[in-house]
T-cell receptor
Framework: DTAVSQTPKYLVTQMGNDKSIKCEQNLGHDTMYWYKQDSKKFLKIMFSYNNKELIINETVPNRFSPKSPDKAHLNLHINSLELGDSAVYFC???????????FGPGTRLTVL | RKEVEQDPGPFNVPEGATVAFNCTYSNSASQSFFWYRQDCRKEPKLLMSVYSSGNEDGRFTAQLNRASQYISLLIRDSKLSDSATYLCVVNLRGNQFYFGTGTSLTVIP
């Protein structure tokens, strides 16, 4: 019954590695997002997809590449991980463009 | 300048107290407004949407002042379970959501 799910929940990796985080929503929503929440708890949007098309791409290093294979999935691939990438990454979805956001449980990424 | 500004607190209040949080937003074209609640190490969850006429949900009252670009949240009769971080969220256009840094509330027995 999980509405928005993310895997993995925890990810610990070395600098320079490449990793992916997966997100799935079973709400039938059209729009999905990736957010980064840093150590100061500030939640900042990274990407937004609407019906598999990229809508928003905030100022994010191009080491981050989102991929949406279908409307229900939005994955985040990160190349050449850096220490500053350590954060909690949240996936979210909305039905319409201005509606309530439903968040996944978050992926806590630690880069050593 | 940040799109959304909030006083980070922390607010430490006794049970039963009334507490108010404020939030300002910078873009007058902002379309919709929300308060979210985030518990420690959890995801944000919608507390309530904020409507121009103001709205109430039990002990929680939200107000919007478009002229002053100001949103507020009032919590009456605080419970221990209200302890959390409260996030002010503004939708600018389409699916651009901007979050405040959050206001930390601890309700003390």
């Amino acid at each position: 019954d999980t509405a928005v799910s993310q895997t993995p929940k925890y990810l610990v990796t070395q600098m320079g590695n490449d990793k992916s985080i997966k997100c799935e929503q079973n709400l039938g929503h059209d729009t999905m997002y990736w957010y980064k929440q840093d150590s100061k708890k500030f939640l900042k949007i990274m990407f937004s997809y609407n019906n598999k098309e990229l809508i928003i791409n905030e100022t994010v290093p191009n080491r981050f590449s989102p991929k949406s294979p279908d409307k229900a999935h939005l994955n985040l691939h990160i190349n050449s991980l850096e220490l500053g990438d350590s954060a909690v990454y949240f996936c979210a979805s909305t039905l319409g463009l201005t509606d309530t956001q439903y968040f996944g449980p978050g992926t806590r990424l630690t880069v050593l | 300048r940040k799109e959304v500004e909030q006083d980070p607190g922390p607010f430490n209040v006794p049970e039963g107290a009334t507490v108010a949080f404020n939030c300002t937003y910078s873009n007058s074209a902002s379309q919709s407004f929300f308060w979210y609640r985030q518990d420690c190490r959890k995801e944000p969850k919608l507390l309530m949407s904020v409507y121009s006429s103001g709205n109430e949900d039990g002990r929680f009252t939200a107000q919007l002042n478009r002229a002053s670009q100001y949103i507020s949240l009032l919590i009456r009769d605080s419970k221990l379970s209200d302890s959390a971080t409260y996030l002010c969220v503004v939708n600018l256009r389409g699916n651009q959501f901007y979050f405040g840094t959050g206001t930390s509330l601890t309700v003390i027995p």
